[in-house]
């Protein structure tokens, strides 16, 4: 029977907007297991802070980087090579959102949600994919949303860029399967961080949430991080081109 790790142990990881929230809490849980961690984010402060809080070390490495940028995708994962000489995981974590109506929204703004989620995700995924493939191996996580499937006013264009991002995790499964690279994404209901803080902030409108989630609460960031852990993990080998919904059951609904 093969001995299945779900250890991280000196595997080098990339995790996209690792500086707050999901990503922070991923990257802490990854350098808890023994991972080599790269995150990356816009803000250098945010970055220099967040390395502080996790301690920083010579398994920790923060890059400045706006994803949505071609050069600064090949800006980040060149120094991830020359720190730690290859890439193991690629979580794909980055994602922001501005309240609008489709119909009505500003062709600049739509560009905006778009680059930051789905075209920030191909960038990332392209580069880490075609190293992966030299060294045949690896695994690429993505942190998507149930708004993907869920429509909801002005809501709707960080749904469509999530919506994308779950194709993308599913065609990239199969281009890359052959290559025994393992892509796949997580869902999650609304988590609780600064991204959400406007909604579940506001008691009325986090009852109303609350009261779409069988398990009663909205999640946390430790929630979404240790699913990920097992998707990044040897345990998953065997998964791929998968959504895992993460969502205290409202997609059961």
């Known amino acids: 029977m093969k001995n299945l790790s779900y250890d991280l142990e000196d595997k080098v990881v990339v995790i996209t907007g690792g500086s ?17 961690v790269v995150i990356c984010g816009r803000k250098q402060q945010g970055l220099d802070d967040a390395v502080k809080a996790l301690g920083g070390g010579d398994n920790l490495l923060a890059v400045s980087a706006h994803i949505a940028k071609e050069d600064d995708v090949d800006r ?43 075209n920030g995700t191909f960038l990332c995924s392209r580069k880490a994919g075609r190293i992966m493939r030299e060294r045949k191996k690896g695994k690429i996580v993505s942190i998507t949303s149930i708004a993907a499937t869920r429509a909801a006013p002005f809501m709707g264009i960080y749904g469509i860029a999530k919506a994308g991002i779950q194709m993308l995790t599913r065609v990239l499964a199969q281009e890359l399967a052959s290559f025994n690279i393992q892509v ?70």
Not at 229 to 248: E, K, N, P, R
Request: proline residues 5%; aromatic residues 8%; negative net charge.
């Open 20 to 36: 707050r929230g999901i990503g922070f809490e991923i990257a802490g849980l990854l350098l808890g297991q023994g991972a080599r």
């Open 76 to 118: 980040l994962f060149t120094q991830t090579m020359d720190r730690f000489g290859t890439i193991d995981v690629l979580v794909n974590n980055v994602g922001m959102n501005i309240v609008a109506g489709v119909v009505d929204v500003d062709f600049s703004l739509w560009k905006k949600i778009i680059d930051s989620n789905l």
């Open 184 to 253: 796949n994404a997580i869902a999650p209901c609304m988590v609780r961080t600064t991204f959400s803080q406007p909604f579940w902030s506001n008691p009325e409108i986090h009852d109303q949430i609350v009261k779409t989630i069988p398990l009663g609460r909205i999640a946390e960031p430790a929630d979404v991080a240790h699913p990920t852990l097992f998707l990044c993990s040897s345990g998953a080998d065997f998964i791929t081109g998968q959504t895992l919904m993460v969502d205290g059951g409202a997609s059961a609904v």
